[in-house]
């Protein structure tokens, strides 16, 4: 692409300027008065763009993009028991839902039981309820799991919550080679961020490993992890740090991987990674696009990958939970379609839009139905899905890429000096960047620097209460009745000898993934599966610090 | 010179978003407060414990996982048996207003719901703690 020159234009002194606030990114950075040519000297379209389709990927991983393909519209979604969601699922993928995507409540995600004393008033509230392989029997029930590709949110608990959907697949007689969908089992940003760990960072990555080289042999249209940003932004982070952390948390699963002796291009095609789309239009597109630029060069240059697809970062995005607002709640359909958008125009392969009411609570199923509706027409009415990274070659846009990358491979850097994410973790490093970049944000909106339409500017007196979903508190009796049943029923010498054996796995260098499975078959609870590992591995405190 | 107010901030239930407890624990000690932050998955028991050894004046909780209900009336159960009655606590998180109001029947001093600002809440804690 040639740059033409523009006019120059004529001196802005005498334009209007609005000086209430300083004129950055919702992450801080100065934006220019304008952007032209002169801002792009360094900038060479044939290195640092390519054409879609081509390394390194700044203009997406796909030749014709949504003229090939739409993305995947993958609501993330779960609440109260299994049955419920079952039927929650049901409806999403009646009204067009191309994928599901499960979210687990709290005790599932901490790997407790529905009726553990710590699972007290969290059942069912977050999500899903899940402690046994009856309960996902029940969750999937009547959704082919060979023809719909599932995505579950799980994290710590990720191997056994996976080897429960493998179980099911084995009883519903579909083949593990046709099953598809992705499994959130990033640990390292819990403990940067989201804080759902269990054990302690390395034998956390183990557990991660097991389920790279488990899935490599045995579930090839698998994505074993989904390597993931969203919790890092929401924690407060800023658009680079959100970038960085995950790539470079990206990097340490590939160098445990090589460790365990896994050919690169062997599992790099099915690593995918999770961003968040927030508000800031311009900053989250050049953040898509610099987050592929730059993978695309570390895996063909640190990691030697020769697969092509071994360099294209595929990702999943969801619209920005932490931008909603609980006052005039109907502003947030707009929130999200701003961030949608920018998801779309940074080329993600797939997205979920968050619902006008989830500053209170998980969706109503109404909201939830506006908020697939939103990606239907970004998707068929707003006519940006007709050509490939349709503002590549925007001066602005370039200019914030390049910066973006810049930026997010010093952060790189400073962490490889470290000796990686693990020692970065145990210094506390990304913690404290992403609490500084959080109170320094909560600080610009207390002095109105940056605008939240409803909170802090054009407040309204008169609103009008929303519908919400509520949860009550049966959840927990209903699920804990169930696992009473299940105890009493199941053959529990079998049961024992299983979680033996798993042990005895976790002590030794075997991968885990087919002693779970057993003893997920025996219809071993979550809980005690999780705590059978516990003993091995311990548990994990963080040093708090504020 | 006057004795700092002291709080304990603390981060109740399995919820790991520590995102706004570390955000009022940092305001609260910019505002010249001596803060304690419990750190995460805090039982009612711990906490109470907690605010007993630190001898604070104020508790603040932070929920966002719909626990509240379960959690804050343990909490307040707690003090009154261990005659702390005097501690004032404070709420913050995803409380609906009906909820909201029940936990202050209870004897929440105050629950500060979202887009509650930083100043707000500073203000309340100094008017809430004799001086």
Known sequence: MKVPALTKPPSRSAAPKRTE??????????????????????FDPDRDLGAPGQFPYTRGIHETM????????????????????????????????????????????????????????????????????????????????????VSMTINSPASVVWAMYLAVAEKQGVDWNSLSGTLQNDILKEYIAQKEYIFPPRPSMRLVTDTIEFGTRRTPKFNPLSISGYHIREAG????????????????????????????????????????????????????????????????????????RSLKL???AQTAGCSLTCQQPYNNIVRTTLQAMAAVLGGCQSLHTNSLDEAYALPSEHAVTIALRTQ????????????????????????????????????ICRIDEMGGMIPAIEKNFPQREIANASYEYQRAVERKEKVIVGVNAF????????????????????????????????????????????????EGTDNTMPFILDAVRAYATLGEICDALREVFGSYQETSLV | MRVPIRVLVAKPGLDGHDRGAKIIARALRDAGMEVIYTGLRQTPEMIVN??????????????????????????????????????????????????????????????????????????????????
């Open chain 1, 21 to 42: 606030r300083p004129f950055t990114t919702i992450s801080g950075v100065p934006i220019e008065p304008l952007y032209g040519p002169e801002q792009l000297t360094d």
């Open chain 1, 237 to 308: 982070s800023t658009a680079v740090q959100e970038l960085a952390f995950t790539l470079r948390d990206g990097i340490e699963y590939v160098e445990w991987a090589l460790e365990r002796g896994l050919n690169v291009d062997e599992f790099a095609p099915r690593l995918s990674f999770f961003f968040n789309a927030h508000n800031d239009f311009f900053e989250e597109i050049a953040k898509y696009r610099a987050a592929r630029k730059i993978w695309a060069d570390t895996m063909r240059n640190r990691f030697g990958a020769k697969n092509e």
């Open chain 1, 459 to 506: 407040q309204s007196d008169h609103e009008q209460p929303i519908e919400i979903l509520q949860i009550g508190d049966r959840t927990q009796l209903h699920q804990s009745k169930k696992l009473a049943g299940l105890r009493a029923t199941r053959d529990n010498g079998r049961v024992r000898a299983s979680l033996g054996a798993l042990k005895r796995a976790a």
């Open chain 1, 66 to 149: 949504y003229r090939g393909k739409l993305w995947t519209m993958r609501q993330f979604s779960g609440f109260a028991t299994p049955e419920e969601t079952n039927l929650r699922y049901q409806y999403l993928l009646q009204q067009g839902q191309t994928g599901l995507s499960v979210a687990f409540d709290l005790p599932t995600l901490m790997g407790y039981d529905a009726d553990h004393a710590m699972s007290e008033g969290e059942v069912g509230k977050c999500g899903v309820a899940i402690s046994s392989l009856e309960d996902m029997e029940t969750l999937f029930c009547g959704i082919p799991l060979g023809d719909v590709s």
């Open chain 1, 314 to 316: 595929r990702f999943h």
């Open chain 1, 376 to 411: 239907q027409v970004i998707a068929h009415e707003s006519g940006v899905t007709a050509a490939p990274d349709p503002f590549g070659g925007s001066y602005f846009l370039e200019r914030l890429t390049l910066d973006t990358e810049a930026a997010a491979r010093g952060y």
């Open chain 2, 50 to 131: 907690a605010a007993l050894q630190e001898d604070v004046q104020v508790i603040g909780l932070s929920i966002l996982s719909g626990a509240h209900n379960a959690i804050v009336p343990r909490v307040m159960e707690l003090l009154h048996e261990k005659d702390m009655d005097d501690v004032k606590v404070i709420v913050g998180g995803i409380i609906p207003d009906e909820d909201a109001a029940a936990l202050k029947k209870k004897g929440v001093a105050a629950v500060f719901q979202p887009g509650a600002s930083l100043e707000q809440i500073v203000d309340f804690v100094r008017a809430t703690v004799p001086a």
